[in-house]
C-alpha cells in the first residue's frame, strides 16, 4: 500500500467519526495556542518593562538617604543625609558621571483658576531633562541662572494640565499657585505614561533653590537647610554604571566622615539592576507557562493514543481483511500512524491560529504581548512530535494483530 492510499483511508476513518475526532484535538489545540499565547503574553510584558526602564535610563543611578535612627527610626529614606553639596561633588570628582540633579519633593494642592488638584511638587536642576529622560512638548525647561536666582517658574507634566485647564491646552505663559505663591508656567513635558498607580506625568517641576526656600523646605530631620530627598545620577554608558556607583559610594562615605566599621547612610540603587530583575522574572514566567502549556500538549497526546487504541479496537475485522488480502504489518502501522499525525498536525494548525489570535485579542484589553515565531514552529513540531509518539503503540497493536482471529472478532 503506498502512503497517497494510506492518507486517503486515513481521511475516511476521520471523516466518520468527526466528533470524536474534534474532541481528540482539543487536547492539541489548547497545548499549542496555549504555549504561543503564554510566550507572547510574557514577551510583550518584557518589551513594556524594558520600554519603561529605557525611559527612566538604564544608565541612571539613584541615591537615597538612608534609614532614620533613634528610637522611632524610621523607613528607608527618612534620614537626612544627603546634600545638594554631595550632588556637587560626585558632579565634580566622579569619572564618568556626565550629569546630576539633587531632588526634593513633596505633595501640594495646586490651583489654576477656579480648578485645583492633589499632586507631586519635585524640586530639581538644569539638568533633570537629560537625568531624567524627560522631553518638552512645550515650552522649555528653566535654567541654571532661574534656579539660582530662585524663580517660581513652573513645569508641568501632561496629567496636571489634563486637571486644571484641559487635555491638550497650550498653557505656557499662565499662572498657577502652590502653597499660596503664584509660579508662570513655562514648560510641560511629554507623557511618559502611567505604571501601575505611579503617574510620572502628575507632577510639577520647579528649580530646586526655590523649593528648597520657598515651597518644600529642608528635608524632615535634617540640620542643614540644603538637604534633599535623593540624587540621580547618569552614567556616560550603561556598562559604567557599576564603575560610577563605586566611585560615588567612596566619595559619599569619605565626606559623611564614615568609618570602615559603619554601614553606608545612604543607598545607591541602578536601574541596570532592575533590567536584570525584570528579564530573570520573565524567563522564570515563560518557563512556567510553557511547561503547563507542554504538559497540555502531553495530555492531548494521551488523548490520541487512547482514541487510536479505541480506533483499532473496533476495527480489528477490518485489519483482518486487509491483512488477509495482502496488507503487510508495516502497512497497517503506516496506516495508523498517519491517522495518529494527521489529528495531531490538524490540532497544531488550529491551535498556532488559536495562540496567534489570543496573542492579538488581549491587546483589544490594553495588555501587552509579541508573537515569538521560534515558539510556533516549536510548538508545533512538539505537536508533530506527539502525533508519532503516542500514535506508535496503537499502530504497533494494530500491525500485530493475527489476521485469522481478526476475522473472528465480533
Not at 488550529?350 to 521560534?374: D, E, K, M
Request: positive net charge; aromatic residues 6%.
Amino acid at each position: 500500500m503506498s502512503v497517497w492510499e494510506a492518507v486517503q483511508l486515513c481521511f475516511e476513518a476521520i471523516l466518520a467519526n468527526r466528533l470524536r475526532s474534534a474532541l481528540t484535538m482539543l487536547g492539541i489545540i489548547f497545548g499549542v495556542g496555549a504555549v504561543i499565547g503564554a510566550v507572547s503574553l510574557t514577551a510583550g510584558a518584557k518589551a513594556a518593562t524594558l520600554a519603561r526602564f529605557e525611559a527612566m535610563g538604564t544608565n541612571t543611578l539613584r541615591i537615597m538617604p538612608g534609614q532614620g535612627r533613634g528610637p522611632v527610626g524610621g523607613g528607608m529614606g527618612s534620614a537626612a543625609t544627603l546634600t545638594v553639596d554631595d550632588a556637587e561633588a560626585i558632579g565634580k570628582e566622579v569619572r564618568g558621571a556626565t550629569a546630576v540633579s539633587p531632588e526634593v519633593s513633596t505633595k501640594a494642592q495646586v490651583k489654576a483658576g477656579n480648578n485645583n488638584t492633589s499632586t507631586s511638587i519635585q524640586g530639581t536642576t538644569e539638568n533633570y531633562p537629560e537625568v531624567g529622560k524627560v522631553t518638552l512638548a512645550q515650552g522649555q525647561f528653566f535654567t541654571a541662572d532661574e534656579n539660582r536666582r530662585r524663580r517660581k517658574v513652573a513645569v508641568l507634566g501632561p496629567t496636571v494640565v489634563e486637571n486644571l485647564f484641559g487635555k491638550g491646552e497650550y498653557v505656557v505663559g499662565e499662572k498657577v499657585r502652590i502653597k499660596g505663591l503664584t509660579f508662570s508656567i513655562i514648560g510641560v513635558t511629554k507623557a511618559k505614561g502611567a505604571t501601575g498607580p505611579f503617574d510620572p506625568d502628575d507632577t510639577i517641576y520647579v528649580p530646586l533653590n526655590t523649593a528648597i526656600s520657598r515651597v518644600i523646605g529642608a528635608t524632615s530631620g535634617s540640620t542643614t537647610k540644603n538637604t534633599v530627598n535623593g540624587i540621580t545620577v547618569l552614567a556616560a554608558e550603561m556598562s559604567q554604571a557599576d564603575r560610577v556607583r563605586t566611585e560615588v559610594q567612596a566619595l559619599l562615605r569619605e565626606r559623611h566622615k564614615l568609618k570602615a566599621t559603619e554601614d553606608n547612610d545612604f543607598r545607591i540603587f541602578a536601574a541596570a539592576d532592575l533590567v536584570q530583575s525584570a528579564e530573570a522574572t520573565n524567563q522564570i514566567m515563560t518557563l512556567l507557562f510553557s511547561s503547563i502549556a507542554i504538559v497540555s500538549l502531553l495530555v492531548g497526546g494521551i488523548g490520541i493514543m487512547n482514541i487510536m487504541l479505541v480506533s483499532v479496537t473496533e476495527r480489528t475485522r477490518e485489519i483482518g481483511l486487509r491483512k488477509a488480502l495482502g496488507a503487510t504489518p508495516r502497512d497497517i502501522m503506516l496506516q495508523f500512524l498517519i491517522e495518529s499525525m494527521t489529528l495531531s498536525l490538524a490540532g497544531g494548525v488550529l491551535g498556532v491560529r488559536f495562540g496567534i489570535g489570543t496573542a492579538y485579542v488581549v491587546r483589544l484589553f490594553g495588555l501587552n504581548s509579541a508573537v515569538q515565531v521560534p515558539w510556533v514552529f516549536l510548538s508545533f513540531g512538539f505537536a508533530a512530535a506527539v502525533g508519532i509518539v503516542f500514535g506508535l503503540l496503537p499502530a504497533r497493536k494494530a500491525a500485530d494483530l493475527d489476521p485469522v482471529e481478526s476475522l473472528r472478532y465480533e
